[in-house]
């Protein structure tokens, strides 16, 4: 499919129109959309917040720069202070100059076209005033040094001529995006349907590839439960080592600290639990809690010693609940992931569960 770039064509206008009109018809049989101020309209935005806008949009910028230098704008430019703090100061320059900088700090690819002897302009197209002549010298040597793509022209034909090569050498060396024109629907309908089909293939491909290397799936039914008060491996069920995190009484000090445990799950019963409730719930975050609770119920099953404990009147303890207890947000991910993958359930952009699984 042929791409289409937009470029914007910046420049001073009065002194360039015919300039302007050269280069926008040859960037059109280069297969480019030309952008500039001859499509400004009039509207409640601020003319540079357009201008931003239009150029933001753009694949390429290209600056044409005769003998004036514009007249002088002023804008609020953001800038970071010494201590890298985002700022914002008022600058004076040509829109034509404030363009090419905002260019530059957007990274999009720059060609510039310089005319060759602004000596030799008529006095109509060449600034009036010493004060105009030095912005004007000034932007002229910012651009001339700026490491980026420069050339020179005499004429409207050559300065269009010389935007055709140099615009279709840009493209070769710096390809951007562009735009391509949209597919007939029907033809569109069915690539959408293959690329949405290939995209869930790839995404369980990529779960399930996440799940073996974050939890080692493979050598798992070799691991012990932790802390368990019956010392024997598990055998014939499926394990996951999952992490948590406590909430504790400081023993030895004020106040409580976060500790943090690992526990090995039954990954198969909590399947089934999720199975036995999948219609009490409605959103992805309820089965975080589902599993939430089952971790949390294992870990008081089988451990003596990883469980919150806080203090009683008399030097005693009580067990902590579950509102002091968190499993690992990953891991908390990875099981989700595991039992889409097994189709327990689906869900919608926004997290809630849109089916169930048929009962056979």
């Known amino acids: ?111 510039s076209f310089l005319f060759k002897d602004p000596e030799d302009l008529k006095a109509s197209k060449v600034e009036r005033t010493d004060h105009g002549r ?39 060396s710096h390809p951007m995006p562009g735009w391509i024109r949209a597919l007939d629907s029907s033809t569109d309908n069915l690539l959408s349907q293959r690329l949405s089909s290939e995209n869930e293939k790839l995404n369980r491909k990529v779960q399930r590839l996440e799940l073996e290397i974050a939890r080692g799936i493979g050598a798992l039914s070799s691991i012990p439960v932790l802390n368990s008060p019956i010392d024997s491996q598990p055998t014939g069920k499926e394990f996951w080592k999952i992490r948590y995190s406590i909430l504790q009484f400081r023993y030895r000090g004020n106040g409580f600290i976060q500790s943090s445990y690992s526990t090995n799950v039954d990954i198969s019963k909590l399947k089934h639990i999720v ?30 010693e990883a469980v919150p404990m806080f203090p009683l009147v008399g030097g005693t303890y009580r067990t902590g609940d579950i509102r ?20 327990i359930y689906t869900i919608d952009e926004n997290g809630y569960i849109v089916s169930y699984p048929v009962n056979e």
């Open 1 to 111: 499919m042929q791409k289409k770039y937009q470029v914007f064509v910046s420049s001073t206008y009065d002194d360039l129109k015919d300039e302007r009109k050269f280069v926008s018809e040859n960037l059109l049989k280069c297969n480019c959309i030309p952008v500039g101020m001859e499509l400004f309209p009039s509207t409640n935005t601020t003319q540079w917040e357009f201008i931003k806008g239009l150029i933001d949009e753009c694949d390429y910028y290209v600056l044409v720069l005769g003998g004036r230098y514009g007249s002088e704008c002023e804008i609020n430019e953001p800038y970071r202070d010494e201590f890298g703090f985002k700022r914002s100061r008022k600058v004076s320059r040509s829109f034509t100059h404030h363009e090419y900088h905002y260019a530059i700090t957007q990274n999009i690819p720059i060609i």
């Open 134 to 172: 030095e912005l004007y010298s000034a932007f002229r040597s910012v651009v001339e040094n700026n490491n980026r793509m420069c050339s020179y022209w005499e004429s409207p034909e050559d300065l269009a001529l010389k935007v055709t090569f140099a615009i279709n050498e840009l493209i070769n």
């Open 275 to 304: 199975e036995e409730k999948i219609r009490q719930v409605s959103s992805e975050g309820e089965i975080g809690i589902l599993i939430k609770e089952y971790v949390f119920d294992t870990t008081l099953s089988t451990s003596n």
């Open 324 to 343: 002091h207890f968190s499993v690992h947000p990953e891991d908390i991910f990875l099981i989700q992931a595991w039992l889409k993958e097994k189709q």
